[in-house]
Each structure stands twice: as structure tokens, then as C-alpha cells.
């Protein structure tokens, strides 16, 4: 028997953008044979006739640091076809960590990536304090797919400098420990070294997580050591409203790309003003031009959150709602029934105080551009449209929805203005990648470990903005050139053999729903595709119609000569 397994007369979709073609695929060893007519039988036969089969997605942001430690599968990414992702970034990594120190490590990931503490200390067997260590406990955990890792600023801060990380500039001797350990990180191969300037990050005591203390020649030195290492350097942002302040940091980041020659890469997120994402991208132009690599990372969707009578809602900050949220859901139900209540929650909606949020955290609700998932293709309709065509005051409307479906409507609430317009510009810059999915983070509001079967689904096939091809290589071959993936992301000969099958007419994302599964209890949002017939890891299915094989074929990808 030559071949572990032939993939029989599926349309080829190659991830370089090329027209597909109808072709059997042969793999051996995990790698890819041979595609073409292929006459010999394998160990195992898939037959992929009407259906395409295109690489595995790589998805360089995520946040499944945490979430490996419990979840072998890493899903929702692995459901929707996604076979590698970056991990470790924004800054928040859970090594390295002084033993006995580990809440101090936590505490920069809980509130800034929603992840919850309990979780963390209950479903992490924390048995390493460098990153080299770390990377070894990655490698040997059992895993469905393919993870690389950064080394992140925060938790490296907190690791050389305990409680002063909070507070304090580094000093020399600070410095010099966090040089060493990225420097050892980089040869053990973490890929690249993430930071967070960003606002939205702070502590869940109010306080800015530890990277954001780092005077800017903290960046300059442990940056500089990872364009020793040919690695990436991605930082959350500085977003300024003033003109000058962009300028200046664009200006700095530019000349920190070209000195260092590390790859630098951030969120493009069409979500504020028009005048701060179009400098981004100009920022990226303005640096390839001037010979350093910078690169923006996309978002099919739109940053959104996912709110529900069965998870969480704007209101439940108000106490005269959390009076009644804070029950069981059939409490909750009789009393969302009852007119006296209905009016005051209802008030409450509209004239109480929602606080100060940051980040991806719900304030008051706009009904105007807060949507009813309906369906898992835009467009779905507006609370606004729907409210007005029943005559009824909106948040009454979000009750009804709720009660008829037994609290599992979700609500979309986009992060800034939603334009899809605007998304477009930015997923066809020439130097975006799109996969700002920050999947396994938020797991409680957001699930956008999909934007990849949401690009091919909704922006190739319904509206036919990219196509097919095209949308597959901008989530195989774009990411895999700009992560430094050198074997993956393209079907050829020789190539690891991560493969989707997809019954592209059915494909979608799915619909939301929740799970109880994280290590404490907590629930989480889920969501599982239609359309995605197998998911092959190395050679190996993992999924065939969204059924696991049992099979746990994930490797770690070190960065470094391995990757070469
Ligand atoms: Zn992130």
C-alpha cells in the first residue's frame, strides 16, 4: 500500500490563489505525495467528488495559551477547518512565571481577554517557569492541531519584575533578565515577541497590564533581539486621536521594523474613526517602502460581541436588572412575563447608568445597529427595524425574542460602527492577512474563531467580492507567508499534508450556542459549521462531518530553522 491516504477527485483549491483544478491527492508520512491522477490506493480513501479541498486555515492571532491546557481539540478553530494558530499574543502569555507567582501572570490575561482566573488556576498544571520549559509542556500535551507561540511582554515583565511590572519603568538589570529570556525563547523556537500599548488592557482592578508601563526603548531592546531571530513582533495598539501622536508613533514603528528587520503585525480594525485605520494602513506602505515588513491583520466580521437572556447583556450592570438576572432562567422567565417588571426593566434600559467599559465590554445598547442573529449570513435585521415593525419598544422586543426562544436569541453588537465597505478596504490591502480572530479569548461574548469559513462563505461565494481561490489563499498561503510557515498553507508535493474538504454551497459558520465546558464551570459560546466534511492534520482526518476521529495529530510548529 504506497500511500497512508488518497483524497479521490475533489476540486483542488492549492492556497496560491490559482484557479482550482479537479485532482487526487496522496499523502504520506503527513506530507502531501502526490496530486494529479493518482492511480496506486491508499491505506485509506476519501472520495472528495462536487466538493473543494484546500489547505488547512492558519490563524496567526489567537489566544489559545489557556484553552490548550484544557481542550486537546482546540475548538471552535479546529470545527470551522482552522489546522494552525498563532498563540500568545496582544502581550498575554502564560510563561514565563516565577513559581508561586502565577496569579501575578493571570492577572494580566483575566480581564483583558476575558478568560476566567477560576479557569485558569483550576485547568492549568502550571510545570514550567522559563518559556524554553513551557514550550516542551506544549509540545508534549496532546493536541488536534497545529500551535506556534509568541513570548509575551506581559507576562515576561511580570516574570523579571514581580509587583513592580504594574508600576515601574524596567531598570537596567530588569532589562538585561528580559533580553536573556527572549532571546532563549526565540532559540527554543517561540516565533516572535507580543506586546499590548493598548487602553483596552488593564487588570481587572483597573489597573494597565504590565506591558503597558514599558518606556518605548524597552520595545526597541527586546525587539531588536527578535530580528536577530527573523521573528514577529505584534503589539496592540497605541490608537490616538491626535493627528501628531500618530504620526509620531507611526513614524517610531516604522523605524523600529527597518532597524530590527523583525516582521511587525497589528489589528486593522475599521471600528473608530476613519483618519486612525487609514493611517495603519499607511503606516504598512510607508514601511515596505522604506524596507522593514509590517503587516495588518483583517477581520472578516467585524469585531463583535454576542449577547443573550442565556449568557450576558448590557443591562445586567443596572440593578434593577440584576435583580432579576441574578436568578435561575425559569425565575427569570415568569418574572420577565409579569408587566409591572417588564416596564421597569424597561426603563432602567433606557435611563440608567451602564458606567465606564473598555474594550470589547457592552455599554448601552444602540438599537440602530444592534442586530438579531437570525441567520448565520448577513444581513440579519436590526432590533431598531424589527421593534418598529411590531410597534413595540425595543428592549420589550429583546424580552419577547428571548422568551420565544427559550433565552437562546443572541443579539450581535458590533465594536465601533459597522461598514462592510470599510472591512473590504481593509481585507484587500495588499499588505493585510486576515486573521484577527482572537480565538480563545471572550470566550463568554465572542466567537470569531469563524472568520475564515465566514470570508469564503459570506464574502466569496454569496457576495463574490474575492474569489473562491482567492479567499482561500488570504487564510492559507498570506498567513502562512507572513507567520514564516514555510511547509503549510499550500498543496503541493512535499508540502504537510493539513487539508480541508469542504462542501462549499453548504458551507456557513454556524449559529452560536452555549457549552459548559471550561475547567470551574463557566459556560462559553460555541459555534460549529455546516459544510466542512473532514479536516485532515498531517495526514491524519481529525474531523469527517464534524465527528472527531479520536485521532490527536497537532504538533507544535517551533519557530526557527525548523520552520525554514
Ligand atoms: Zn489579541
Redesign the pocket.
Known amino acids: 500500500m504506497p500511500y497512508d491516504l488518497v483524497i479521490r477527485a475533489g476540486t483542488v483549491v492549492d492556497g496560491s490563489g490559482l484557479a482550482g483544478f479537479t485532482a487526487d491527492i496522496a499523502v504520506s508520512g503527513g506530507r502531501i505525495a502526490a496530486i494529479g491522477r493518482v492511480r496506486e490506493r491508499g491505506a485509506r480513501e476519501v472520495d472528495a467528488h462536487g466538493l473543494i479541498v484546500t489547505p488547512g486555515f492558519i490563524d496567526g ?3 489559545m495559551d489557556a484553552q490548550l491546557n484544557w481542550d486537546p481539540l482546540g475548538t471552535c478553530s479546529s470545527w470551522q477547518g482552522v489546522t494552525t494558530t498563532v498563540m500568545g ?2 502581550g ?1 502569555t502564560i510563561a514565563p512565571v516565577r513559581r508561586g507567582a502565577e496569579a501575578l501572570v493571570v492577572r494580566n490575561l483575566e480581564r483583558a ?1 476575558d478568560i476566567s482566573a477560576a479557569a485558569m488556576s483550576e485547568g492549568i498544571n502550571w510545570r514550567w517557569e522559563r518559556f524554553a520549559d513551557y514550550l516542551d509542556v506544549v509540545d508534549a500535551l496532546p493536541k488536534g492541531i497545529n500551535y506556534a507561540a509568541n513570548i509575551g511582554h506581559s507576562a515576561l515583565r511580570t516574570w523579571a519584575m514581580g509587583e513592580r511590572a504594574f508600576t515601574e519603568a524596567a531598570s537596567p538589570d530588569d532589562l538585561a533578565l528580559m533580553v536573556d529570556e527572549v532571546d532563549c525563547a526565540l532559540k527554543a523556537g517561540a516565533i516572535g515577541f ?1 506586546t ?1 500599548r493598548s487602553y483596552h488592557h488593564e487588570t481587572s482592578d483597573d489597573r494597565p497590564v504590565a506591558s503597558r508601563l514599558a518606556e518605548w526603548s524597552e520595545i526597541q531592546r527586546l525587539v531588536g533581539v527578535v530580528g536577530q531571530h527573523d521573528g514577529m513582533f ?1 503589539l ?1 495598539q497605541e490608537r490616538s486621536s491626535d493627528p501628531a501622536e500618530r504620526v509620531e508613533f507611526f513614524t517610531r514603528l516604522q523605524d523600529l521594523a527597518v532597524e530590527s528587520g523583525a516582521r511587525v503585525t497589528f ?1 486593522v480594525l475599521p471600528s473608530g474613526p476613519r483618519d486612525i485605520w487609514h493611517a495603519q494602513l499607511d503606516a504598512l506602505d510607508a514601511t515596505a517602502a522604506a524596507g522593514g515588513r509590517m503587516i495588518g491583520q483583517s477581520h472578516s466580521r467585524g469585531v463583535s460581541v454576542l449577547l443573550s437572556f442565556e449568557t450576558s447583556l448590557p443591562f445586567d450592570r443596572l440593578p434593577e436588572w440584576h435583580e432579576v438576572r441574578s436568578r435561575p432562567l425559569a425565575e427569570q422567565k415568569t418574572l420577565l412575563s409579569d408587566p409591572v417588571v417588564r416596564a421597569r426593566l424597561v426603563h432602567a434600559a433606557h435611563h440608567g447608568d451602564y458606567g465606564r467599559t473598555i474594550g470589547a465590554e457592552a455599554g448601552k445598547p444602540d438599537w440602530t445597529t444592534l442586530r438579531i442573529y437570525q441567520s448565520p449570513l448577513p444581513p440579519n435585521p436590526t432590533v431598531a427595524e424589527v421593534a418598529a415593525a411590531r410597534g413595540i419598544d425595543p428592549v420589550e422586543l429583546m424580552i419577547d425574542l428571548a422568551l420565544e426562544k427559550d433565552f437562546r436569541q443572541f443579539f450581535i453588537s458590533s465594536v465601533g460602527p459597522e461598514n462592510e465597505d470599510e472591512l473590504l478596504y481593509v481585507m484587500k490591502h495588499p499588505h493585510t492577512v486576515m486573521t ?1 480572530s ?1 480565538s480563545g ?1 471572550h470566550v463568554g461574548q465572542i466567537v470569531d474563531a469563524c472568520i475564515q469559513t465566514h470570508l469564503i462563505a459570506y464574502w466569496a461565494r454569496e457576495r463574490k467580492q474575492f474569489s473562491v481561490e482567492e479567499a482561500v489563499r488570504m487564510v492559507t498561503l498570506a498567513p502562512a507567508r507572513a507567520w514564516g510557515f514555510h511547509d503549510r498553507g499550500l498543496l503541493r508535493q512535499g508540502m504537510m499534508a493539513d487539508i480541508n474538504i469542504i462542501d462549499l454551497e453548504a458551507l456557513h459558520t454556524g449559529m452560536p450556542a452555549t457549552r459548559r465546558d471550561i475547567p470551574g464551570g463557566a459556560q462559553r459560546l460555541i459555534m460549529k459549521p455546516e459544510g466542512m466534511r473532514a479536516t485532515i492534520v498531517a495526514g491524519e482526518l481529525l474531523f469527517e462531518n464534524g465527528e472527531h476521529s479520536g485521532a490527536l495529530p497537532g504538533q507544535l510548529l517551533r519557530g526557527g530553522r525548523s520552520l525554514q
Open positions: 492571532h489567537t489566544h499574543n496582544c498575554f481577554e507580543t499590548s505584534e496592540a489589528g484577527f482572537d479569548a
